[in-house]
């Protein structure tokens, strides 16, 4: 399969790549310097800035992707505001331009633990935009990630999953799984929870 993964060269793009190695996968990053470590990863990389939604336009119907992965995030910057507005502005622009193309799959990268605030409606908007994608839509609720390259070397406060569970969870789910919304932990099932009731802090 021809798989499209934006936020590739974040953490979970980062560990989930590898898996993918049977399929054709195109990695988006809008630094011109992790373009080397994508091909390093095994993915084909395009430089591609999810809030220029003409180009992002362009390259989603240029790479025909059969499947399109929403892995953005923006913790690397340390605003809360920054992490929101890439939920919601750049996983908006990523979904409206699935829908000009042929992919029939849509990913999407959540959490399984409860955020406050402006937080919590940027996930909600990005799971319910994600639900009315007219093909399958698959919404994958994490953990807090723990292990080289996150915030944690030890298991925080659970729900946890180490980064490299994650990604291996992460590229059978894309890949297999029903459309539904997914537990992703380190003592999740992987079953769907449709509808389900986030835990609290």
């Excluded at 953490?11 to 190695?21: E, F, Q």
């Excluded at 992490?83 to 999407?108: Q, S």
């Excluded at 996930?123 to 919404?139: H, K, P």
Aim: a negative charge; charged letters at 20%.
């Amino acid at each position: 399969m021809r798989i499209l993964v934006a936020g590739a060269t974040g953490v979970l793009g980062r560990a989930t790549i590898p898996h993918l190695a049977r399929h054709e996968v195109v990695g988006l990053t809008r630094s011109r310097e992790k373009l080397e470590s994508l091909r390093d990863l095994g993915a084909e990389p395009v430089l591609c800035d999810v809030y220029d939604y003409e180009t992002l336009q362009s390259v989603t119907q240029q790479v025909g992707p059969q499947i399109i992965v929403n892995f953005l995030t923006d913790l690397s910057s340390g605003s809360v505001e920054a992490n929101n507005r890439v939920r919601r502005e750049g996983g908006g622009n990523l979904l409206n331009a699935a829908r000009t193309t042929v992919a029939d799959r849509f990913v999407v990268e959540s959490v399984a633990f409860a955020l406050d605030g402006d937080a919590a409606q940027a996930v909600e908007q990005l799971e319910q935009a994600t639900r009315e994608f007219a093909g399958e839509s698959v919404i994958l609720r994490f953990g807090r990630f723990w292990g080289p390259g996150t915030n944690y070397r030890t298991p925080p406060q659970p729900p946890t999953i180490h980064i490299d569970t994650a990604g291996a969870k992460a590229a059978r789910l894309l890949t297999h799984a029903p459309p539904a919304t997914y537990l992703v932990t380190e003592i999740g099932d992987q079953s769907p929870l449709d509808p389900f009731p986030r835990p609290s802090q």
